[in-house]
Structure formats: C-alpha cells, structure tokens
C-alpha cells in the first residue's frame, strides 16, 4: 500500500507552478522536488529523446515505491503532450504519452495531478511581463506571451479532465491560481491533506 506521494504539478507559463512547487516542497515533509523542461528537439528524433527520457523517469518512480519520499514533479511528460496538441513540435507523442500515463497510473504511490489555471486569461498578460520572468528559460516554439499560455491553459484543462474519467487512481485537482497565495495555499492543504 502507498505510503508516500506523487505530485505532478501541470500549467502554463505564467500558471504559477513554480511559486506553488516551492511552497509544496517546503512545507510536506520528505518531499523531493523535481522541475523537468522536456526537450527541445522539435524534431522526429526528439520524440525519442523524450520517450526514453519519460521512461527512464518511471523506472526512477517505480524504484521510489513505498520508501516514504514523495516525488514533487514542475513539469513531466504531460507538458511534451501539451506542446505537441499545440502543434509546436513536428510529431504526435499521444501513443507514448498514452503508455506513460497507463505506467503512472500503476505506481504504488498515492498520486496527484494538479493543473494550475487562471480563471481570468488576461492575467497571463500581467504574470508574463513581471520584470522576474526575464531571466526564465522559454521553449523556443512558445516564447512567454499571454496568448501561448491562453492555449495551453486550455489544452491541459482538457487533458486533466482526459485523465480524471480515465484513470481513477489518479486523483486528478485543478486549481484556479489567481486568488492570495494564502488562499491557494489552504486549497493545497486540504487536498493533500496536510
């Protein structure tokens, strides 16, 4: 039985994921935080770079189980999925993304896929010209605009609720992330019970 978490935190640029990523990492007790990019290979090639990177990642997972760690994911291959329904990249990954999500799902972990949005998209407009996004490494294909993340917003709505009627060990969370950190904050307690 499951005695230690996974989180993967999901959203687009400007979503908040690292804000909220930090705070999870600091405040649940043995909780490792990882922040995964993807690859940047547009290419057909890169889609097997991803597929062995994300394979490799739950074999890592997988000897993880029941060792009393959680596993706080900024980004796994949900992100590589998102881009390429976007049509960022010059290949479809939904066949491995498919198989990896079936892989996750079997993990001896409780797992949480949370999804960050904004209620109100124009805020994307606000978050992605705040001098401290300056220095933030971008994706080439989707550089920090509001309305790259508006898109992808949508798309990983979709896919959370993809997920939700599909895999049922997977307790799938979408939380609005405009409002006081400390509000978002309570929201996160309650959901992982913390």
């Keep these: 039985m499951a005695n230690s978490k996974i989180i993967i935190v999901e959203g687009a640029q400007g979503a908040g994921k690292t804000t909220i990523t930090d705070f999870l990492r600091h405040s649940l ?10 690859t940047s290979d547009i290419t057909p090639a890169g889609k097997k770079k991803a597929e062995e990177m994300y394979i490799d990642l739950l074999d890592y997972m997988k000897k993880m189980e029941n060792k009393s760690i959680n596993l706080l994911f900024d980004r796994t291959f949900f992100t590589e999925e998102n881009y390429c329904r976007l049509g960022k990249k010059e290949y479809t990954f939904t066949d491995v993304y498919e198989k990896l999500l ?8 409780e797992i949480i896929y949370i999804t ?37 917003q949508r798309i990983y709505l979709d896919m959370a609720k993809e997920i939700k009627d599909k895999y049922p060990s997977i307790n799938v969370v979408n939380i609005e992330n405009s409002k006081l950190l400390e509000e978002t904050k309570a929201e996160l307690r309650r959901v992982l019970n913390f």
């Design 29 to 38: 007790s043995y909780t490792n935080l990882y922040r995964l990019c993807g």
């Design 102 to 109: 079936d892989e996750l799902s079997k993990l001896d972990f």
């Design 116 to 152: 960050l949005y904004l209620e109100n998209e124009n805020l994307y407009n606000e978050r992605l010209s705040k001098p401290d996004r300056a220095g933030k490494a971008a994706f080439k294909g989707s550089n920090f605009a509001a309305q790259n993340s508006i898109s992808q």
